[in-house]
């Protein structure tokens, strides 16, 4: 079985573009959540998506939004890109909305913002 | 809020020496307690988990007994091995206060030398 996906695993850009991180969950899993790691230290969260609707929003501004679709992918796009956005973007795949079951987590995408 | 501490690294440990990795937390309900270890380059991954007082998580050698008496989750593992190299996660997930995500804590950074 395929783990959780993300796409690209690295991308370079320029300070005020915007970006889209793309995130397949495992096969069956319900639940996609967004995590922020920055350079030595822990995940912060961002999202989580449960049935395609948003369920959790963590203490990031308006610039970051999220999808999920149908078939339980999601996508993370973050607006007018700062150079501290620069991080390892997370994506966490889970049965349900409960994260204490335990997460998957994909290798992640690797955001530098110049 | 709830917040997970852990010790602060790196830890440098030589082959088959005993690890102990301290984390404490602090919650206002009645959390369950994960371990995530992130290898070079990679995502996270569950390495155990305790969802009650007393409970024991264990994995690949790896064990943590959750104290509720001192919140405490710590990381220990009788033989550490070169291929243990990572960063070490505490993490926590409130049902009360954060339903919906995990916390996690800084990180400890090992390096096992042989």
């Known amino acids: 079985d395929a783990g959780v996906t993300q796409s690209p695993t690295h991308l370079i850009k320029t300070r005020g573009q915007q970006v889209t991180l793309r995130c397949s969950p495992i096969s069956g899993h319900k639940s996609v959540s967004w995590y922020q790691q920055v350079l030595g230290q822990g995940p912060q969260f961002i999202f989580q998506?449960?049935?395609?609707?948003?369920?959790g929003r963590g203490n990031f501004p308006d610039r970051f939004s999220a999808r999920q679709f149908p078939n339980y992918s999601s996508e993370l796009n973050v607006n007018a890109l700062l150079l501290g956005d620069s991080a390892l973007y997370l994506c966490?795949?889970?049965?349900?909305?409960?994260?204490?079951?335990?997460?998957?987590f994909g290798s992640g995408t690797r955001l530098t913002v110049v | 809020g709830d917040s997970v501490t852990q010790m602060e690294g790196p830890v440098t440990l030589s082959e088959e020496a005993f690890l102990t990795i301290n984390c404490t937390y602090t919650?206002?309900?009645?959390?369950?307690l994960f371990w995530y270890v992130q290898y070079p380059g990679e995502g996270l991954q569950l390495l155990l988990k305790a969802t009650k007082a007393d409970d024991k998580g264990s994995n690949k050698g790896f064990e943590a007994t959750y104290r509720k008496e001192t919140t405490s989750f710590h990381l220990e593992k009788g033989s550490v091995q070169v291929s243990d190299s990572a960063v070490y996660f505490c993490?926590?997930?409130?049902?009360?206060?954060?339903?919906?995500?995990?916390?996690f804590g800084p990180g400890t950074s090992l390096s096992v030398i042989p």
């Open positions: 966490a795949s889970s049965l349900d909305r409960r994260p204490q079951r335990g997460y998957t």
């Open positions: 919650a206002t309900g009645y959390p369950s």
């Open positions: 993490a926590l997930s409130d049902l009360e206060t954060s339903y919906d995500k995990v916390i």
């Open positions: 998506y449960y049935e395609k609707e948003e369920r």
